[in-house]
C-alpha cells in the first residue's frame, strides 16, 4: 500500500475508535483499540517499537519508543490530551528528525487525529 493510502486508512479507523470510544480514556486504551482495528482491516503493525538515533555519530538502536509502527511506514504515538501544545509539535519533530536520521526507515508525514 501506497503511504498517503496507509495513511489515510489508518487515520479512518483512528475517526471510527474515536466514533465508538468517545473522549476521555487514556491513550494507552486508543492504542489497544485502534491495534484492533489495524488487525481487522488485515494492516501489519508492531506495537512498542524501539527507533534508532543518532548521537554523535553513533546509531543508538532504541534511542525513542514509538506506541506503534504501521507496514514499516508510518509511526503512530497516542497521548489522550485536550489541546496540542508546543511540546506536541516538538515530540512529534524529533521522531521525523530520527526517522531521517534512521536511514528513512519510517514516514515523516505527521498528521493529528
Known amino acids: ?20 470510544t468517545g473522549p476521555g480514556l487514556l491513550g494507552a486504551a486508543y492504542e489497544r483499540c485502534l491495534c484492533q482495528e489495524l488487525e481487522r482491516a488485515d494492516i501489519p503493525f508492531e506495537r512498542q517499537v524501539g527507533v534508532p538515533i543518532i ?6 538502536e532504541d534511542g525513542l519508543g514509538a506506541d506503534v ?14 489541546a496540542i501544545i508546543p511540546a506536541h509539535e516538538a515530540h512529534l519533530q ?3 528528525a530520527c526517522a531521517i536520521s534512521a536511514s528513512d526507515q519510517f514516514s515523516t508525514s505527521t498528521p493529528y487525529v
Open 94 to 96: 524529533t521522531y521525523s
Open 1 to 20: 500500500m501506497l503511504e498517503p493510502e496507509l495513511t489515510k486508512r489508518i487515520i479512518g479507523l483512528a475517526i471510527e475508535v474515536h466514533r465508538d
Open 69 to 82: 509502527v504501521v507496514d514499516h511506514a508510518v509511526i503512530l504515538e497516542f497521548n489522550a490530551v485536550s
Open 55 to 60: 548521537y554523535k555519530g553513533v546509531r543508538l
